[in-house]
């Protein structure tokens, strides 16, 4: 399996996705917030230096952060396939994962970014603020959150398209946990194995059409912070 990066909005299910994906193909899960949280928990020298920037209200610099996904995904077995939930959010750290992965001799694969309308996504997370209790989680903070995704993807998204592995899935299109699964069945299959360049629709050679439409279709990308009490939002955040 090749590595799946995989993008989207605030409540666009970049954690539930990334789920079933996992589930589906036994593949490896990053997941931003919880690397963090297991080195911080484990008292590593990584935790460690990660708890003192979130002590003093600071973002961890990208250059520690990739030092602490890169330790996550030395753990998964070679050729095993990662998804990445959450990170990168700025073309800085998508060229630092990058390089990274190609020092051991990997690429990125494919990024996903998962577009769902902002109506429905300001309907589930005020759900889930209510089912949850998060109080932080109003209306004019989730607004906000919206603005800084919008703000900071739109490059980071072009920059992925430039690479050549920009995908996007549409919920209006197929909106459904099974189709996103279908889809990326659909990819993986259909990529060549000494590369994994994979367009946008309706232009990807080579590709079975069939599987493509069966699959779902595609569109656009998300951003993140981090708090002290455990929950993480935009440049680092858990959506």
């Known amino acids: 399996?090749?590595?799946?990066?995989?993008?989207?909005?605030?409540?666009?299910?970049?954690?539930?996705?990334?789920?079933?994906?996992?589930?589906?193909?036994?593949?490896?899960?990053?997941?931003?917030?919880?690397?963090?949280?297991?080195?911080?928990?484990?008292?590593?020298?990584?935790?460690k230096t990660a708890q003192g920037y979130i002590d003093n209200g600071q973002l961890l610099p990208d250059e520690l952060m990739i030092d602490i996904l890169a330790d996550a995904y030395d753990k998964f077995p070679a050729g095993k396939g990662v998804i990445f939930d959450g990170f990168p959010r700025t073309i800085p750290q998508a060229e630092a994962l990058k390089k990274m992965l190609a020092e051991r001799g990997h690429d990125m694969g494919m990024m996903?970014?998962?577009?769902?309308?902002?109506?429905?996504?300001?309907?589930?997370?005020?759900?889930?603020?209510?089912?949850?209790g998060r109080a932080d989680d109003n209306e004019e903070t989730i607004k906000k959150r919206f603005a800084v995704y919008h703000s900071q993807t739109a490059?980071?998204?072009?920059?992925?398209?430039?690479?050549?592995?920009?995908?996007?899935?549409?919920?209006?299109?197929l909106g459904s946990k099974e189709g996103l699964v279908a889809f990326c069945k659909g990819l993986q299959a259909a990529a060549p194995v000494d590369s994994f360049a994979t367009p946008i629709p309706g232009d990807m050679p080579g590709y079975d059409s069939q599987v493509i439409m069966?699959?779902?279709?595609?569109?656009?990308?998300?951003?993140?912070?981090?708090?002290?009490?455990?929950?993480?939002?935009?440049?680092?955040a858990v959506y």
């Open 1 to 47: 399996m090749k590595n799946i990066i995989i993008f989207g909005a605030p409540g666009s299910g970049k954690g539930t996705y990334s789920d079933e994906i996992v589930a589906k193909y036994n593949m490896g899960h990053i997941s931003t917030g919880d690397v963090l949280r297991e080195q911080i928990k484990a008292g590593t020298e990584l935790g």
């Open 214 to 236: 069966a699959a779902g279709a595609f569109v656009q990308g998300s951003t993140m912070e981090l708090s002290a009490d455990g929950p993480i939002r935009p440049p680092y």
């Open 155 to 173: 490059p980071l998204s072009e920059w992925f398209a430039k690479e050549g592995i920009r995908n996007t899935f549409s919920w209006a299109e």
């Open 112 to 132: 996903i970014e998962l577009v769902v309308e902002e109506e429905v996504l300001m309907a589930r997370l005020l759900n889930r603020a209510k089912v949850q």
